[in-house]
């Protein structure tokens, strides 16, 4: 303990050392300003900037992209707020009651909570990664697809507790977006499904453009036409601040969701991306009103930004303590180390311990600057929202095209966009939810990949689900959770019919008639 | 539910149910799916093809379309579904799909300066010194930070821009 | 009159001026057809670096990542061949059009439509097996696998990848049977052998080193025609009694018809990039060893390396068939 508190001050000398604290400080801003721009989320922001690393020195390199991939999170969750714009698949949830939030008049409130929520979040991930990285990391390993192909079942059955709406249409957006993941190349045998001959489409439909496409532009496309254009908001100091009461409700979440992220986070995968979903049903399972949700619940904003932060922080396990990528983003943040001519593997901690725990204070650093950054930034990013709307749209538009475009140099991202948001238009006129969409298309492929490799490790038998001690667990779990979903439609038979939509309240029209 | 002028009550609970409208949309789609996959080798239980999921998924999304559309007697009818913003949006898609499609042929500052001018001083009519203001403002700024701050290669157009 | 032989002059003062304009006279775009990150763009980055001195021209990178490295490879296959458009492609660039064939799909690009300039490094890949394998040397592995017929596995960095290609040259030239689990890329393939999920895998050297250095993975042999200067105690496949050698290698190419003059020029400079002192210590922080092969003899080893490949991609066959 005190060999780490010892490692952790030494770490502390390293961070704010005037150069480094510098870099850290700049990361942050460059991430947050690119996180702010539609479509650009943390990948996009660390791939632009990597190159720019090359030419410093490898603690540097790394405190720079870690700033600009919290500061991009943070940035994107603003987005998604005021604008409904996710840049990254993670903010999905946050669009939804952020939004909903800004709407009725409490942006203030709700980026005030996600920059809390991410601080604590972020805090109680680098304690977490600090005292337990190695122990964790081992653990993490034995996640093979078996372990894999359990997690993301769990991460489905969030689907029950996912929207207010009708369960039916909650299941056919989520078939949607899974039959969405399956466009592209076939890991397993290398078929192209479903690209209509087009290469691009070869790695499948990135979750940004799609994202982008049904959240944002379909807001556009709703409210853009309207008779009335939306009222230009004139938010006062007072309405800024979080009430007692939006505190109060976001306490619970924050806690939980951070420690949901973590746990989720530490897996090697891409799994991390599920912890906000999850993060929100869980809230919602949990909450006294779940019909608040998706109409601007506090803990809809809270939960989810919390999960986010600290399963990013999780991913830094595994590479740290391993050397192994989690995701594309620690994979580009290795390679920033690698290109110094460090390894990052089993041993970086002992070899190089100023660059570990000089990382490790510098997300102290990273974390704390970000919170004082974007608190009393909240008064100055709701302002714009008192841009009048005419002048709004037709630059959220341009700067979709242009992050959508910017993150590959690929046009066929922006036709993807376009093409998700007329979809999405057309999807909210006959009363679908969009985020089952954004679940499926990010499940789907994972699913699907993960399922196949444990049949190809086996040999083609489903015993290996059965005989790993973890994926037997994880599989009760998921079990329980289905029956826990399932317990009103079988015992109430009344919620049933609310569920599946036969007893549809604004209708009115009796059954039977 | 309000009564509009056009549809006379009876009309307006009859007709074409929304969701059954959408159930049959998700049949179909799920049965071009279908179609789409023959393509690929289905493998068995023990070894899925590349076409075994793409099945399960089709033919779930069916039967959910299915579904949707039986229990969707009591929904709204389709005819009730207000489009009064359809045209604008229509109208945005394809200005947008113009955009995408200038991008890399007349470079990135020219097709952003034409877009944000058509959306401003056409559509809303704005003062032109301000629309100009905007247009231009925002492409050259937006192409500084992206292009030169942050080393994206923007498409420049055979003029340079 | 004057007017008339005025003009002329300066006709010919532009046609002079115009054969004077050499090629670069702007800046070059090097397409890499990989995310930031990856091999082929810690390979490119510095030799663009290095170009940039040697022409006197910017030399920008852009990742145009895709289906495998198709996407960017059919960019350049399909830019204006001026020499301003270079590709700095990894060894898969001739899978692609085999599997192409293979299923029968329009192709995105064909080999041909690019022309050689040169090589600029190329690795050779390395057997790893899990330290809990009682294996050491790829006789016992061989016997091992003898012994358990399709019980033994290994992971790649997906079907037709360039961790797929070695490994069933190994499994056909030792008449091996073995379960393979394919992956999303090179550093997943690893991680499902550090967890113990399969029991080997090919990796690239500079992938496996800190593993092997920590005892986590276990080397037994490479695919180099020669042993690997990081790993002298690793013999060969050829020292072993198997015929096969593969290396995964980064190569620069312009579209096929680029001038003559033009090709020429980048070749120099590619000549005078990697013996600039910067690159050679860039590459080494990588572990990448700089491998330079000049437009003939590159393009007969990529010719070379196609067919090979190209057999083993037959061999393989559809999957799932």
Redesign the interface.
């Known amino acids: 303990m005190l060999e780490t508190f010892n490692s952790l001050m030494m770490g502390f000398a390293v961070a704010f050392e005037p150069k480094v604290f510098m870099y850290a400080v700049a990361g942050c801003i460059i991430g947050t300003?690119?996180g702010m721009?539609p479509g650009l989320g943390p990948l996009a922001g660390i791939?632009?900037?990597?190159?720019?690393t090359?030419g410093l020195n490898p603690i540097i390199a790394i405190v720079l992209l870690s700033g600009v991939y919290y500061g991009a999170m943070y940035g994107g969750s603003t987005t998604s707020i005021l604008m409904r714009i996710p840049g990254e698949a993670a903010s999905v949830m946050t669009c939804v009651d952020g939004y909903a939030m800004t709407q009725n008049g409490r942006a203030g409130p709700a980026l005030a909570i996600a920059a809390i929520g991410s601080f604590f979040a972020g805090t109680v991930g680098v304690i977490g990664l600090m005292l337990m990285a190695p122990t964790l990391a081992s653990f993490a390993?034995?996640?093979?697809?078996p372990e894999y192909t359990a997690l993301l079942l769990m991460g489905l059955f969030v689907l029950a507790y996912m929207s207010g709406g009708?369960m039916?249409?909650t299941?056919?957006m989520a078939?949607?977006g899974?039959?969405l993941g399956?466009i592209?190349?076939?890991?397993?045998?290398?078929?192209?499904?479903?690209s209509f001959?087009l290469?691009?489409l070869?790695?499948g439909v990135g979750i940004v453009p799609v994202a982008v496409g049904l959240f944002g532009?379909s807001e556009?496309?709703?409210?853009?036409?309207?008779?009335e254009p939306p009222k230009v908001q004139k938010p006062k100091l007072r309405e800024l601040i979080p009430s007692r009461e939006e505190f109060r409700l976001s306490v619970g979440p924050i806690i939980r969701g951070s420690l949901l992220g973590f746990a989720i986070g530490i897996i090697?995968?891409s799994a991390h991306v599920i912890s906000s979903f999850v993060s929100y049903g869980v809230e919602r399972r949990l909450s006294k009103h779940p019909e608040r949700f998706g109409k601007g619940a506090i803990e809809g904003v809270a939960g989810p930004e919390s999960a986010n932060n600290s399963a990013a922080t999780g991913a830094f396990v595994?590479m740290l303590a391993?050397?192994?990528?989690t995701g594309?983003v620690t994979?580009?943040m290795?390679?920033?180390i690698?290109?110094?001519?460090i390894?990052?593997?089993?041993?970086?901690i002992e070899q190089q311990p100023e660059l570990f725990w000089g990382f490790v204070a510098s997300m102290y650093v990273g974390n704390m600057v970000l919170l004082i950054l974007n608190l009393p930034m909240v008064g100055l990013f709701v302002n714009l929202l008192r841009i009048p709307y005419?002048?709004l749209?037709?630059?959220i538009?341009?700067?979709c095209?242009?992050g959508c475009?910017?993150v590959?140099?690929?046009?066929t991202d922006?036709?993807i966009m376009?093409g998700m948001?007329?979809i999405g238009?057309g999807l909210r006129?006959?009363?679908?939810d969009l985020a089952p969409v954004a679940l499926g298309l990010v499940l789907?492929p994972m699913l699907?990949?993960s399922?196949?490799?444990s049949?190809?490790?086996s040999?083609?038998?489903?015993a290996i689900f059965l005989e790993r001690p973890i994926a037997v667990t994880m599989f009760g779990l998921a079990l329980l959770l289905l029956a826990l979903a399932l317990k009103p439609v079988l015992f109430k038979s009344r919620d049933w019919r609310a569920d599946?939509?036969?007893?549809?309240k604004?209708?009115g029209?009796p059954?039977g008639k | 539910?309000p009564e509009s002028p056009e549809s006379p009550l009876q009309e307006d609970?009859r007709g074409l149910k929304?969701?059954r409208?959408?159930g049959a949309v998700?049949i179909a789609?799920a049965c071009w799916?279908a179609w789409?996959?023959l393509e690929?080798p289905l493998g068995?239980l023990?070894?899925?093809?590349?076409?075994y999921?793409?099945l399960l998924?089709?033919v779930?999304?069916g039967v959910?379309?299915l579904?949707?559309a039986l229990?969707?007697?009591?929904?709204?009818p389709l005819r009730g579904?207000r489009?009064?913003?359809?045209?604008?949006?229509l109208v945005?898609?394809v200005a947008?799909?113009a955009?995408?499609f200038a991008?890399?042929r007349i470079g990135?500052r020219l097709s952003?300066f034409a877009?944000?001018v058509f959306?401003?001083g056409v559509i809303?009519r704005?003062h032109p010194l301000a629309v100009l203001a905007?247009a231009a403002g925002?492409s050259i700024v937006?192409f500084h930070?992206?292009a030169v701050m942050?080393?994206?290669?923007?498409p420049r157009g055979p003029w340079g821009f | 009159m004057k007017t008339r032989h005025l003009l002329s002059v300066l006709l010919l003062a532009c046609g002079v001026a115009q054969a004077q304009d050499v090629f670069p006279s702007r800046s070059i775009t090097m397409i890499v057809p990989f995310?930031?990150?990856?091999v082929a763009?810690?390979t490119g980055?510095p030799t663009a670096a290095a170009l940039e001195k040697a022409l006197k021209q910017p030399v920008a990178?852009?990742?145009?990542?895709?289906?495998?490295g198709?996407?960017g490879n059919?960019a350049v296959a399909n830019a204006k061949p001026d020499g301003y458009t270079v590709l700095m492609a990894l060894s898969s660039i001739t899978v692609i059009p085999e599997?192409d064939k293979?299923?029968n799909?329009?192709p995105?690009y064909t080999l041909d439509q690019f022309a050689p300039v040169a090589l600029v490094s190329a690795d050779p890949v390395i057997l790893v097996v899990h330290p809990s394998l009682p294996v050491k040397t790829v006789k016992e592995v061989i016997a091992l696998a003898r012994k358990q017929p399709?019980?033994l596995?290994y992971s790649s960095s997906?079907?037709?990848g360039a961790l797929h290609m070695p490994m069933e040259m190994f499994l056909h030239a030792a008449k091996l049977k073995m379960?393979?689990?394919?992956?999303?890329?090179g550093?997943?393939a690893?991680?499902?052998l550090?967890?113990?999920?399969?029991t080997m895998t090919a990796g690239g050297p500079?992938a496996i080193?800190?593993?092997v250095?920590?005892g986590?993975l276990r080397p037994i042999v490479t695919w180099g025609a020669e042993r690997h200067p990081n790993y002298k105690e690793v013999p060969t496949f050829k020292e072993q009694g198997l015929d096969i050698v593969y290396y995964i290698w980064a190569g620069m190419f312009v579209p096929v018809a680029t001038p003559e003059p033009v090709i020429k020029v980048l070749r120099d400079a590619v000549r005078q990039a990697v013996a600039d002192p910067d690159f050679k210590s860039?590459m080494?922080?990588?572990?990448s060893p700089v491998n330079y092969l000049d437009a003939p003899d590159f393009a007969k080893y990529v010719d070379a390396d196609a067919k090979r490949l190209a057999a083993v991609v037959k061999v393989v066959g559809?999957?799932?068939n």
Request: hydrophobic letters at 45%.
């Open positions: 300003l690119v721009m791939s632009l900037l990597l190159p720019a090359f390993l034995r996640f093979g697809p009708s039916l249409k299941l056919a078939f949607f899974l039959l399956m592209g190349i076939d890991v397993m045998t290398g078929y192209t499904r479903f001959g290469v691009e070869g790695d532009i556009i496309l709703m409210t853009a036409g309207q008779a090697p995968g595994p391993l050397g192994i990528p594309p994979a580009v290795i390679a920033a690698m290109v110094h001519g390894l990052p593997g089993p041993m970086l005419a002048y749209y037709p630059c538009l341009a700067f095209i242009l475009y910017s590959s140099n690929s046009v922006v036709w376009l948001g007329a238009y006129k006959f009363g679908f789907g699907e990949l399922l196949r490799q049949l190809a490790m040999g083609g038998t489903y599946v939509g036969l007893d549809d604004t209708d029209a059954p | 539910m609970s929304s969701d409208f959408s998700l789609l799916i789409l996959n690929f068995t023990a070894d899925p093809g590349p076409g999921v793409p998924l089709a779930g999304l959910i379309g579904l949707v229990f969707g007697g009591g929904s709204e579904i489009w009064t913003e359809a045209r604008r949006a945005i898609l947008c799909a955009l995408t991008l890399e990135y952003v877009f944000l959306f401003l809303e704005k905007v925002f937006s930070v992206v942050l080393g994206v290669p923007l | 995310p930031p990150g990856g763009d810690v980055r990178v852009t990742n145009r990542p895709g289906a495998g198709a996407v059919a599997a293979l299923f799909r329009k995105a399709g019980e596995s997906g079907v037709y379960r393979h689990v394919p992956t999303t890329g550093g997943p690893i991680t499902q550090l967890g113990g999920h399969v500079a080193t800190s593993h250095k920590a986590k860039q080494a922080k990588v572990n559809k999957i799932g």
